[in-house]
């Protein structure tokens, strides 16, 4: 299912930023750079609450629990559970993406120190290494994964896991392909991730329940118009339910 709006993004914040490769010297970014990057993160950009946004969906497409920003020539997946229920978005801009999940938090502390710990103890257990650093949306993990190739081969993927603690929220995003390791390459899909705006609602939630998702209008049309099943070829195609894999999902277009 392909849908088409264009909005563009802060394409301007190109210029901000040296070519200094994410794994390098922090030393090598541009001191004004280097201020926001290392600053103490208070959200004052952004990701955003539901309730501090005067109109939340005002250029963002409605998952739910997360409204994404259009950004110009992005492609929006969704990456479904079974055939109703959405797990996590993943925005594609250029050769760069990054997945998307909120999650319940406890209305008095943050959960991206814990879970900067589990996911670093997990990739190590898979053989994998991990570095912290400070980012842009302040102390984020920066991976070498190892992965399987579709050949049978063995190799690594790149990735940036970066977090933000909200009230009563967590939204965590996995940065893959060019943003993983260069700055420059990374800014439309830091923009879309920084103009997210999450709504965890009134519902009791457990701490580190994930936010339920659920699929912008125009994709349910779209569904329901095809009402292909899975197993002639739909948009679901199977797959683990893992960050460093694609899982079922859809694909729109903007």
Sequence with gaps: MVFRRGQKGDSDRRDR???????????????????????DVSRAAGPWDFNEVEDPKAGRV??????????????????????????????VSRQSAVQL???AAPRSEG????????IALEISKQGGTVDERDGP???ELRAQVPVQAPDGSRGVQLVRFIGVDGPRWFLRGVVSGQGAVQPKEALDIEHVF????????????A???????????????????????AEEGSQ??????????RGPEITERR
């Design 101 to 103: 999940q909120a999650f």
């Design 17 to 39: 930023v040296s070519e200094a490769d994410a794994y390098g010297d922090l030393s090598e970014i541009k001191d004004e750079e280097r201020k926001i990057s290392l600053a």
């Design 194 to 205: 920084r103009d997210t705006v999450v709504s965890r609602g009134n519902t009791p939630m």
């Design 62 to 91: 409605d998952l739910g629990a997360l409204l994404v920003p259009a950004v110009e020539g992005m492609e929006l997946r969704l990456e479904m559970a079974d055939a109703e229920q959405v797990i996590a978005a993943t925005v």
């Design 207 to 229: 701490p580190r329940d994930p936010i339920p998702l659920r699929m912008p209008a125009e994709a349910q049309e779209a569904m329901q118009q095809q009402a292909v099943p």
């Design 236 to 245: 679901y195609t199977q797959g683990d339910l893992n960050p460093f894999e």
């Design 137 to 139: 949306f302040g102390i």
């Design 111 to 118: 959960i991206w120190a814990e879970v900067r710990a589990e």
